[in-house]
Every structure is written in C-alpha cells, then in structure tokens.
C-alpha cells in the first residue's frame, strides 16, 4: 500500500508561486498514475492534475491550466504541482492522490481513488 505525504503549502501573495511536492513511501509509485486535488472551505474537492506513470502525459482542469504544471520524479518516488499566478479562489488544502492505474484517466474518471495524502494548505492572501 502506497503512503503519501504532501508539504509545500503556504501563505503566497495574489500572482505569487508555490510548488507543492507529495513523496510516497511503499507500493509501487512508479506505476501509478498520480493526481492533485483541492477543497476550499465549505466546497467540495474538486480534480486540479493529474500525470501518467512515466510523466509524459498530464492533465489538467480549466483553472489551472495555463498556470499550473504537474511533474514527478519516479526515482525519488516524488510527485510535484508548480502553481504559479496563483489566485485569491487558489485557495484551499491540496491533496495528492494514487491511482490503481497508470494512466492519467484514471485520476480523472475514478470515483474513489485508493489512497490519499493528508493534504497541505495553501493560503492567497495579500
């Protein structure tokens, strides 16, 4: 079973960039598609991006496409989300999470993904 674990989070000023990295420990990370979600306050986690096995291939929603890049380094076993001209609605605890598969799909079209980090707070604030 794959443990993950994110850091990076912060307080950022509006255009701002963080760079967010979740490190798994266990399983078999390699394989795995990855993904990043968020939760504001009071609203439901909603998909920001995802990445295959081998990283060649990403997806990202509408509101982070453009300023956002997801990227992974399988032999640290690290997954990482670059955000960049980050906004006041950027905020929110973000979470990285595994697939079953290893394609990018299925982040994006699972119901339940199997495992989940505990999250990490981003805050964009003047």
């Known amino acids: 079973q794959v443990h993950l674990m994110e850091s990076g989070g912060g307080l950022v000023q509006p255009g701002g960039s963080l760079k967010l990295s979740c490190v798994a420990s266990g399983g078999t990370f390699s394989s795995k598609a990855m993904g990043w979600f968020r939760q504001a306050p009071g609203k439901e986690r909603e998909f920001v991006a995802a990445?295959?096995?081998?990283?060649?291939?990403?997806y990202y929603s509408d509101s982070a496409k453009g300023r956002f890049t997801i990227s992974r380094d399988n032999a640290k076993n690290m997954v990482y989300l670059q955000m960049d001209n980050l906004k006041p609605e950027d905020t929110a605890d973000y979470y990285c999470?595994?697939?079953?598969?290893?394609?990018?799909?299925?982040?994006?079209?699972?119901?339940?993904?199997?495992?989940w980090g505990q999250g990490t707070l981003v805050t964009v604030s003047s």
């Open positions: 990445i295959n096995w081998s990283g060649h291939s990403s």
């Open positions: 999470a595994s697939a079953s598969g290893s394609s990018w799909t299925d982040i994006v079209q699972a119901e339940n993904l199997p495992v």
